[in-house]
């Protein structure tokens, strides 16, 4: 067994779900610490879920432990509990790259990859228009293989893309501190819970 899948071992298994991994406990930061975002808002932990607090800006979380860059799946789920920006930004490996998966930005609802092909998230093939209620809770899912990149919100798929074919980068505004693996909100309060992983090769 490897130092790394020690570090896995240490996370219990979600019950009743093969192969997945918390990788939030429901009542404390372990294994997660705030992104040195300028500005950021207050990082807490209450009701089972963490809160990322209204910043100037960004507020942010970052995972501690390793994380691999590809073959792996995620999944969390996410509410929007004041304001009207992004308040699920996933910043996650691809390979070589990383890249983030905006949730309810600019307008408060538009979905998409940041960057894909130097675009953000409003100008690339993977933007679309999505309502997000306040205070609900959605559920997300990524699935980052060898070949493919899938996102889905609730169950529904809103992203597939053969990855050979796309270059994945980090727009140029801090979210690069969240690396490798974290969550962001901007000027927004966001709630995550239920975070966990699995590996899929």
């Known amino acids: 067994m490897t130092r790394r899948d020690c570090l896995w071992a240490l996370a219990p298994a979600l019950p009743g779900a093969e192969g997945w991994t ?3 406990d429901g ?33 942010g979380l970052v995972h501690t432990r390793n994380f691999p860059n590809v073959d792996y799946e995620l999944r969390f789920e996410a509410a929007r509990l004041e304001g009207n920006d ?16 905006i949730c309810g930005g600019w307008d408060g609802s538009t979905v998409g990859l940041s960057n894909l092909d130097g675009y953000d998230a409003s100008e690339n093939e993977t933007s679309l228009a999505r309502d997000f209620q306040q205070g609900r809770w959605y559920k997300f899912q990524l699935a980052v293989t060898q070949d493919r990149l899938r996102a ?32 962001a909100s901007y000027g927004t309060v966001g709630g995550l819970r239920q975070i966990a992983w699995r590996r899929t090769g």
């Open 22 to 24: 918390l990788l939030f």
């Open 86 to 101: 992004f308040f699920a930004g996933l910043i996650f490996p691809v390979k070589n790259s990383f890249c983030s998966w």
């Open 152 to 183: 889905s919100i609730d169950g529904a798929t809103i992203i597939d893309l053969d990855v050979r074919r796309h270059e994945f980068s980090l727009r140029f505004d801090d979210t690069d501190l969240a690396r490798p693996l974290g969550f």
């Open 27 to 59: 009542g404390t930061l372990n294994g997660w610490k705030p992104a040195p975002f300028p500005g950021q808002g207050q990082v807490t932990v209450r009701d089972g879920m963490v809160v990322l607090g209204k910043g100037d800006r960004m507020t």
